[in-house]
């Protein structure tokens, strides 16, 4: 699996490489596979080199990514030609089994990451046409095509990937079993870490600048009572970086992760109807339900922030130095501070502690702290607290912060009783991979698959050619 690491960089730009826009089946049906019926009206193509189910990787994709990669600054000298197909062939695998089991990627969420996608181009690139013409596209609506095709066929690998793993568990003794195997110069080593702790504190938001939103919300509320598009104010209006581009939809039900005044919100409306403006703690926001199935909506909704005054980022700026005079003088902790100072609810009963979303505990190796963090903490000192930091959030929305190393500790070898957790999570994903191993052999065996006489003596890590 190695080349999965080479070509991590690749990511969504090498779109052009792994979206073949057709899913013509080579007319050839071997005796060691099952070939699905061919598509009415569809030929054999040129440069096709490989079909996986019902979809075909082209020679000029390889092409391309090796352009990209080029592009991207990355070496390719010792990467083959093999290598990269059986990347492509890989993602195919996963998107036809996608289909299979009837996983669905919905427009929604295609459109909602391919314009964010489009978005970051145009910033790197310059503007839309560069953009159009770095990727050797004809115009815009073909570059939207390949792009979209491409993100479905991600999330349909991604989806099934899930899948497999979700299926995974792990038990103790797997755990233990899994340490055991390891001799003592062989045993892992865990880098450096530290804990990191935080104090924040909003700036006052007048009832008056409040009002302003609620106002405007009712105001875009009539309008698409009077016949406006939700979805067109949404684009234009939502300050929801995460559902703007989509017209502000989410689908949700009672279990989805969004705030109880969101979900309370949503399902007191109507199908059909809009919601009066309500507060969350992201400002505040309408809903309108698309479409009621039992427990599960289609909303859209529109949030916007109310705006903080310069006068109240001075009282804020100013509490926060009390703060940290009280805590630099010793007359309290920066964990108590935090506990009845800091606005920040998900840390504030930690003592300010930071999470880390990926282990669930609160140690983060320095190479993995948020980048955000990591350029404000990497020079404090022990017990050191940091002089207030302004802080702009992805809405807009401005706080100010504190920080502190609550603890560091040194790169080790694990330590079975202190480092379980760490370990329970090398070996569930060794077992992962295993899964994912397994299945993949599997499905290669009952899959339609087909390869040019020029590639099937490349030693393939999975075998295409069912040798």
């Known amino acids: ?70 592009a991207q600054g990355m070496p390719i000298q010792e990467i083959p030609r093999g290598e990269l197909l059986g990347k492509l062939m890989e993602d195919k695998l996963y998107a036809h089994h996608a289909i299979q089991d009837s996983i669905i990627v919905t427009d929604a969420e295609v459109n909602e990451t391919m314009n964010r996608q489009i978005d970051f181009f145009v910033q790197q690139i310059g503007s839309e046409e560069k953009m159009v013409k770095y990727f050797k596209k004809k115009n815009i609506e073909a570059f939207r095509t390949e792009l979209s095709e491409l993100i479905k066929n991600q999330k349909l690998t ?156 001075v009282k804020a700026k100013e509490k926060i130095e009390r703060i940290r005079q009280r805590i630099v003088s010793g007359e309290i902790s920066f964990a108590d501070a935090a506990r009845s100072e800091s606005e920040d609810k998900e840390t504030r009963n930690s003592g300010g502690l930071l999470m880390n979303p990926r282990t669930l505990e609160t140690r983060f190796e320095l190479t993995k702290l948020p980048p955000e963090v990591y350029g404000d903490v990497e020079s404090l000192k022990d017990g050191e607290v940091s002089q207030p930091i302004l802080v702009e959030g992805q809405r807009g929305e401005k706080t100010y912060k504190l920080y502190t190393v609550a603890n560091r500790y040194d790169q080790h070898t694990a330590d079975y009783a202190k480092d379980y957790t760490r370990i329970k999570d090398l070996a569930l994903r060794e077992k992962q991979k295993k899964a994912i191993a397994k299945w993949s052999d599997q499905k290669i065996k009952d899959t339609y698959i087909k390869i040019s006489p020029e590639y099937q003596n490349f030693p393939f890590v999975n075998n295409w050619t069912k040798k």
């Open 1 to 70: 699996m190695k080349f999965i690491n080479r070509l991590a960089l690749l990511g969504v730009l090498a779109f052009f490489g792994m979206a073949a826009s057709a899913q013509e089946i080579i007319p050839e049906t071997p005796k060691d596979t099952v070939k699905p019926a061919m598509p009415q009206g569809r030929t054999k193509v040129d440069g096709v080199i490989a079909v996986v189910g019902d979809f075909v990787v082209l020679e000029s994709d390889i092409d391309l990514m090796y352009r990209e990669m080029q």
């Open 158 to 313: 991604e989806q099934m990937q899930k899948k497999i793993m979700d299926e995974v568990e792990i038990t103790p003794e797997e755990v233990r079993q899994y340490f055991a195997q390891f001799k003592k110069e062989e045993l892992p080593v865990f880098g450096a870490e530290m804990e990191v702790a935080q104090i924040v504190i909003k700036p006052e938001v007048t009832q008056a600048e409040k009002q302003i939103v609620i106002d405007r919300l009712r105001q875009i509320k009539k309008d698409v009572i009077d016949g406006s598009s939700f979805y067109s104010k949404a684009v234009l209006y939502s300050e929801d970086p995460g559902s703007r581009s989509s017209g502000g939809f989410i689908k949700m039900n009672r279990k989805s992760p969004l705030v109880k005044e969101f979900k309370d919100a949503a399902f007191s409306t109507d199908e059909g109807q809009i919601s009066e403006p309500f507060e969350t703690e992201y400002g505040f926001h309408i809903i309108y339900v698309e479409k009621i199935r039992g427990q599960d909506l289609d909303v859209r909704h529109i949030l916007l922030s109310p705006k903080v005054t310069t006068e109240a980022l």
